[in-house]
């Protein structure tokens, strides 16, 4: 039996191993980043703490009721509420389907003239 000449190299199982180590990189990042995996990070003296801004929820009734974090409100306190919250803050607007359509836009002129732009509806899926 005669031994054959390589002339060439078969390059398909080196892409296959590339391809599996590209999703394992991959997986690795996104669990890392969702802090799924914990990490042990340095510390500095420079470093700053990072902000961690929460999501504030306000809830609008069937009668046009305002809810701040679960605390009935006016429209006139909302406001003045509002200036305890950072401007990066997201809000999440729940409102009621039979609430009355003018209730869920002086919400959200509040919010907008208090220069809050972070704003979320809740909905809930249709099925």
Excluded at 30 to 43: A, G, M, R
Excluded at 96 to 102: D, K, L, T, Y
């Amino acid at each position: 039996m005669a031994l054959k000449k390589f002339d060439s190299l078969n390059v398909i199982p080196l892409v296959d191993i590339m391809l599996v180590l590209l999703a394992i990189v991959l997986t690795t990042a996104t669990l890392v980043e969702k802090k799924l995996i914990p990490v042990n990070l340095p510390k500095a003296k420079g470093a700053k703490e990072s902000l961690q801004y929460k999501n504030i929820t306000l809830t609008i009734t069937k009668s046009g009721k305002v809810y701040l974090e679960n605390k009935e409100t006016s429209l006139n306190n909302l406001e003045a509420q509002l200036k305890n919250f950072d401007k990066n803050s997201t809000f999440l607007i729940n409102c009621n389907a039979n609430a009355s359509f003018m209730s869920f836009i002086k919400v959200l002129d509040t919010l907008k003239s208090n220069n809050f732009h972070n704003i979320s509806i809740v909905t809930k899926e249709d099925g």
